[in-house]
Structure formats: C-alpha cells, structure tokens
C-alpha cells in the first residue's frame, strides 16, 4: 500500500489536532518562509473550518477554509511538512476542503497561491485572478474556481 492510501484527512475538531496543524504551520510558514509570525497566526483561525492530513498517525499537512462572501470560501494556510511534498498530500486536503464547502452550500473557492504553487492549483481547476501581489513578502495571485 502507497502513502497516500494510507494518508487520513479530518475536520480538526479538537485543541490538540489544532496545536498539530498549528505546529505545522509554524515549521513550514515561518521557519521555512519566514512569514512573520503575527501575519500567520491570525484571529481568523478562530472561525476557519480547519483540515489536518494524518499519515500513521503523524500530522503531515494542513488547510483551513474561511466564509468569504455568501456563497464563497476562501481557502488558506495550506501547508505539507517538506519529507511529504509531491506525493499528494495537498491535493487530498484541498480536495477536502472543496467537498465540505460544498457540501455546506458554498459554491466558489478562492484562494492567494503562492507563485510557486500556481501550478499545483491549476491542476485542481483553479484559474488565476487578476496580477501578482505581494503577501508576507511572497509572490501570490489570486485564484479561483466554482465547485
């Protein structure tokens, strides 16, 4: 059996999962991006819909969807601890985070991809809103698509 059988997505439901989706964050946002801490660490964490990646019983990655507009999410803070990228681990979290949005009425995500993940979401029906903007002093661009 391949990794990504046995890759486990959930709705984070409880202080601890949070922490490990937190921790997450922190290894791959901060130390590895050096976003500033007080722009990663948000209040909105508070009202986010939040999905931890388990392998084996190991958080590996992590996504978190917010109520944008009325019948829009906007998807964020997706992140997949390095020894785990490229073997699909995002796609299975943003593809879980897309069914529960769906499933809750919603019908559009949007989402600030890093330039260097734009691909990663084309492959995923998003499509590129508008020009490049800075974000934490990365490159991003809006993008979006109906689901």
Do not use: W
């Not at 939040?50 to 996504?63: F, K, P, Q």
């Amino acid at each position: 059996m391949n990794e990504s059988t046995r890759i486990k997505v959930i709705e984070i439901e409880s202080p601890g999962d949070m922490q490990r989706a937190l921790a997450i964050r922190r290894r791959v946002f901060i130390e590895e991006q050096n976003v500033p801490e007080e722009i990663e660490l948000d209040a909105s964490d508070e009202h986010a819909f939040h999905a931890l990646a388990i392998l084996d019983g190991v958080a590996i990655g992590c996504g978190r969807m917010l109520e944008h507009r009325a019948s829009e999410v906007k998807i964020g803070r997706m992140a997949v601890l390095l020894e785990f990228r490229k073997a699909g681990v995002g796609a299975q979290i943003l593809r879980f985070l897309i069914e529960r949005a769906r499933e809750r009425g919603f019908r559009k995500a949007i989402l600030h991809a890093q330039l260097t993940a734009e691909g990663f979401y084309l492959k995923e029906g998003f499509n590129p809103v508008g020009g490049v903007f800075d974000e934490a002093g990365i490159a991003h661009r809006t993008m979006e698509r109906d689901i």
